[in-house]
Nanobody, 130 residues
Framework: QVQLVESGGGLVQAGGSLRLSCAAS????????MGWFRQAPGKEREGVSC????????FYADPVKGRFAISKDNRTFTVYLEMNTLKPEDTAVYYC???????????????????????WGQGTQVTVSS
């Protein structure tokens, strides 16, 4: 059983920063790719940033490149999403996800393919005011 619990969302002005955290069950980190997804009202859920256990660099969706950074702490089984220079269009519910994936699979695969077999957190709201 994979359990994910997000925290860190909130209301921020445009240009501000937030850091999201996702606490994962211990088994998850050693064999699962992890990622952050978001869903705005009326839109489909989209991959924002994903990271795998192998040597590949993290993946970032084009709208967040240069502004967001994903990282993970293997000691505390926590995945973070540092969000800087936030824009109103970043407003969405942000979800942490985990999926079993070969370590050599590029993280982009997790962020861009169909979400079959994914485990999800409960989501955390991020609202960016203009």
């Amino acid at each position: 059983q994979v359990q994910l619990v997000e925290s860190g969302g909130g209301l921020v002005q445009a240009g501000g920063s937030l850091r999201l955290s996702c606490a994962a069950s211990g088994r998850t980190f050693s064999s699962y790719a992890m990622g952050w997804f978001r869903q705005a009202p009326g839109k489909e859920r989209e991959g924002v940033s994903c990271i795998n256990t192998g040597p590949n660099s993290p993946f970032y969706a084009d709208p967040v490149k240069g502004r967001f950074a994903i990282s993970k702490d293997n000691r505390t089984f926590t995945v973070y999403l540092e969000m800087n220079t936030l824009k109103p269009e970043d407003t969405a519910v942000y979800y942490c996800a985990a999926v079993a994936m070969s370590p050599t699979t590029p993280p982009a695969t997790m962020c861009t393919r169909a979400h079959e077999g994914y485990y999800w957190g409960q989501g955390t709201q991020v609202t960016v005011s203009s």
